[in-house]
């Protein structure tokens, strides 16, 4: 699931997005989506990174698939099983190394589990490679588990099974007492409490305090466009605004419903798929066998062939391909056999660079249908380490 094997002793631990064995996805725009991401080309023993044009940036210089770039900068597994972080430039330079894990960038700070196999311990560094932030222990108790920090803060996880959340001076401002914790968006978190093994979930704010109130029927996404996706107890999907109120009422027309992305988001009704705007009025009709909403585009899949449409259901890109995901306006990396390529609207290659693997999780949440090529639906905006 990671872009490079863990190590035995650690665990990355990912909100998958979009995933295929029935589970509804949550995908959303990541920060700086504008990135590089890992690529072999054909022929070639090694990773190196590309943009969304074809062109490579860092050398194939990696023996390791590196993970996507964010905020000007990458990790990669060496030989050793350790991870070190590297600038994203051509003549690209190493700032840090040899921790047991490691995760992206993110508000200039990068979680990395340091140490010894038998005693580690999560810290932060910065983009120069050094350590801001030490969170071995917080009021007397182990941590065992942290996130990325965003909007400012960072869930954690204590040695008795407990989350809460700190500020980036390590500071513990919304106490350890719930059973899971998920990262801040739009100002808002989704919380789990458990009392007698019920699970009840909600929201809070920064300060801690409860903003929707917890439930036990509902199984709750993330905040996106002012819109949270959720699952009732018979598996349909609906969504509530930020008051809490339900926008759109579960029902089977929406058994399957992911996150809203440029004002419309994919639904399924266990048969087919289409296109629904935040009021739950339909855009497209369901008739597709797979949609997925990019920046780019959205990516559609019609007896067992992949195109991309518009929004508004207009076709950009003939259903012609194995995969077909939009990569920036007028760009779409596809499959036509074997190797991958990018081409225009027309199927005209653009570059002449062909792919054996490209890596493209974090990218965009990305989930690309052909299931022979390594592309992860992992999001890493809510990475962290629990070993």
């Not at 009422?249 to 399957?256: R, S």
């Not at 920036?328 to 199927?347: H, T, Y």
Request: hydrophobic share 40%; net charge neutral.
């Amino acid at each position: 699931m990671s872009s490079a094997p863990r190590t035995k002793y650690l665990a990355m631990i990912v909100i998958l997005l979009i995933v295929v064995a029935g589970f509804f996805g949550c995908s959303r725009s990541v920060k700086g989506a504008a990135r590089l991401f890992p690529v072999k080309l054909v022929g070639d023993k090694n990773w190196g990174l590309m943009d969304a044009s074809g062109n490579i940036v860092v050398p194939s210089d990696f023996k390791n698939r590196p993970s996507v770039v964010a905020e000007g900068m990458f990790f990669v597994q060496d030989k050793n099983g350790e991870y070190d972080y590297y600038t994203a430039t051509r003549k690209y330079k190493k700032i840090a190394g040899g921790f047991l894990d490691a995760s992206s960038f993110s508000e200039g700070l990068a979680a990395v589990v340091a140490g010894k196999a038998d005693n580690p311990r999560i810290q932060y560094i910065d983009k120069k490679g050094k350590l801001k932030l030490d969170v071995k222990s917080i009021k007397g108790k182990k941590i065992l588990a942290a996130s990325r920090f965003n909007e400012g803060l960072a869930f954690v996880r204590n040695e008795d099974g407990k989350y809460g959340y700190i500020n980036k001076k390590g500071d513990l401002v919304i106490d350890f007492k719930y059973r899971t914790a998920g990262l801040f968006w739009e100002g808002l978190a989704r919380v789990i409490q458990a009392d007698d093994d019920e699970y009840r979930e909600g929201f809070i704010n920064k300060k801690g305090e409860v903003v929707i109130p917890f439930k036990a029927d509902r199984d709750y996404q993330y905040f996106v466009n002012g819109y949270c996706v959720f699952e009732d107890d018979e598996s349909n999907c609906g969504t509530i605004d930020k008051k809490g109120n339900v926008v759109i009422k579960p029902t089977e027309t929406t058994y399957h419903l992911n996150s809203f992305f440029g004002g419309c988001a994919a639904f399924g009704n266990g048969d087919d798929w289409g296109l629904m705007n935040p009021r739950g009025d339909q855009i497209v009709r369901p008739k597709y066998d797979y949609l997925v909403v990019y920046p780019a585009g959205v990516m559609a899949v019609k007896d067992d062939k992949c195109g991309v449409i518009s929004q508004s259901g207009k076709d950009i890109l003939p259903f012609d391909y194995k995969a077909a995901v939009p990569l920036a306006p007028g760009k779409f990396l596809v499959r036509e056999s074997k190797n991958l390529l990018i081409v225009d609207a027309k199927g005209k290659s653009i570059g002449k660079n062909e792919f054996e693997d490209i890596g493209l999780d974090g990218l965009w949440g990305v989930h690309a249908y052909d299931s022979s090529v390594s592309w992860t639906p992992r999001i890493e905006y809510d990475d962290f380490f629990d070993w």
